[in-house]
């Protein structure tokens, strides 16, 4: 695959998204469960207000669905990738902070 200039654009808008901590958070939670906001709070430790408009820029660009359980609104990660991507992303940045080596 060359990288054209559509998945250049795509790529990028993700890691835009990628680029901001609260959401970063949210998607690393979501990567490994489902969630509603009020659990996403409790684990980002910041308001349910910003997780919530947070929440609702993920789902506009297609990186978070969602489904009903009775009232509440259960959020998940879209796909696989994503959830990869944003695992590997932790991991780097725990080499950045612990000096760990990098490897392959």
């Known amino acids: 695959m060359v990288p054209d200039r559509a998945r250049l654009d795509a790529a990028t808008n993700t890691f835009r998204m990628l680029s901001d901590p609260t959401r970063l958070h949210i998607l690393w939670v979501l990567a490994d469960t489902e969630a509603d906001v ?15 408009q ?11 669905d969602t489904r009903k359980d009775g009232r509440r ?32």
């Open 73 to 104: 609104v259960i959020y998940r990660i879209r796909d696989g990738h994503l959830a990869r991507l944003v695992r590997e992303g932790m991991n780097h940045a725990d080499h950045a902070v612990t000096g760990e080596p990098a490897h392959d």
């Open 54 to 64: 947070h929440l609702a820029k993920l789902r506009f660009t297609g990186l978070v």
């Open 38 to 52: 009020g659990a996403l709070t409790e684990a980002c430790g910041t308001s349910r207000t910003a997780v919530s």
